[in-house]
């Protein structure tokens, strides 16, 4: 499976932005799907993350009730729905993928990886 995020940007304070992560290669239908971020000079933490069937999810006590995320089984889709941004959302933000049931958290749970979209959150 390889992976590829995309959509981030400049947003000003409270305001919002979706990130997209796409697959190829094989359909994901199977895995977990999760989002990491990773702000300049701390260590890459757990955002979220939507079950395979994607009838479930979980996030981050920062980011949650503001951040969503969902998943287009045909499209081969994730998104990431962030609203009310704040400055400390700025950071490289990445898609994962689990072939494993539940809601994993922790980074070594995950197989592939995608390169990462910067979101910078600044007036």
């Known amino acids: 499976v390889q992976l590829q995020a995309s959509g981030g940007g400049l947003v000003q304070p409270g305001g919002s932005l979706r990130l997209s992560c796409a697959a190829s290669?094989?359909?994901?239908?199977?895995?977990?799907v999760a989002w990491f971020r990773q702000a300049p000079g701390k260590e890459r933490e757990f955002v979220g993350v939507?079950?395979?069937?994607?009838?479930?999810?979980r996030y981050a006590d920062s980011v949650k009730g503001r951040f969503t995320i969902s998943r287009d089984m045909e499209k081969n889709m994730v998104y990431l729905q962030m609203n009310s941004l704040k400055p400390e959302d700025t950071a490289v933000y990445y898609c994962?993928?689990?072939?494993?049931?539940?809601?994993?958290?922790?980074?070594?749970?995950?197989?592939?990886w995608g390169q990462g979209t910067l979101v910078t959150v600044s007036s």
């Open positions: 994962a993928a689990a072939g494993r049931t539940g809601l994993p958290a922790f980074r070594y749970e995950y197989d592939y």
């Open positions: 290669g094989r359909a994901f239908v199977n895995y977990a």
């Open positions: 939507i079950s395979w069937s994607g009838g479930s999810s």
